[in-house]
């Protein structure tokens, strides 16, 4: 049952960094060598430039954030790495509300606001958590926070499904369908973790509860 364990873990976390990878590449390569930074550097782009380095930070560390062999062995690069990952969240977070208020494409600035704002939330929550020596709150809230670091990566792979396999075809307005996957892209991987950190857990227990006072 262990190795079985570990070995979903292993293909679980290569699935992700390559997917990660893979589309944080083509973002860079997109935004500096086909499309160019072009004259509005000071304006829009500063800031999407910005939210791409920032996302580095998290993007590499938040692994070895869940990872406990190196936290039980290297405590105090978890800790340092853990920083790192705040830090960059936070600057990504910020970049991402001014991405989003001045976001061209209607559909997208709720998605976006809401976005930006939860993962704030999340990563703020699991800093103060582990402040207070919450340890079980900061690994669930760090869990939660890395999900939504993770949201581009599912954009991304939502926007290859939706305009190279017809998935949402059945939308015929681009610009809802466009906004559709933007909301699918974070919701669906927090209602998923949620699912599964919060809500399952909670209907286990309680079965354990019921079981031990019937008997």
Request: hydrophobic residues 50%.
């Amino acid at each position: 049952m262990i190795v079985k364990k570990k070995t979903f873990s292993l293909i679980f976390w290569a699935i992700l960094i390559v997917l990660s990878a893979y589309y944080f590449y083509s973002a860079i390569e997109y935004r500096f060598f086909e499309e160019g930074i072009g004259p509005t550097f000071w304006n829009k782009q500063f800031w999407f430039v910005s939210h791409i380095l920032a996302g580095i930070l998290p993007l590499v560390t938040g692994p070895f954030q869940f990872w406990s062999w190196f936290r039980k062995h290297h405590i105090k690069w978890h800790r340092l790495l853990g920083k790192l990952y705040i830090i960059g969240c936070l600057f990504g977070g910020f970049s991402a509300l001014y991405l989003g208020i001045t976001q061209p494409y209607d559909g997208s600035i709720v998605p976006t606001l809401f976005l930006a704002t939860l993962w704030l939330f999340m990563t703020i929550s699991a800093w103060i958590t582990i402040k207070r020596k919450q340890v079980e709150a900061h690994r669930l809230f760090m869990i939660r926070s890395y999900t939504l670091t993770l949201a581009f990566v599912f954009l991304r792979l939502l926007y290859d499904l939706v305009y190279k396999l017809n998935f949402l075809s059945f939308i015929a307005n681009e610009e809802v369908r466009d906004a559709t996957y933007e909301w699918i892209s974070w919701v669906a991987p927090v209602l998923i973790v949620e699912f599964f950190i919060s809500w399952l857990p909670l209907v286990k227990s309680d079965g354990r509860r019921k079981k031990v006072r019937t008997e």
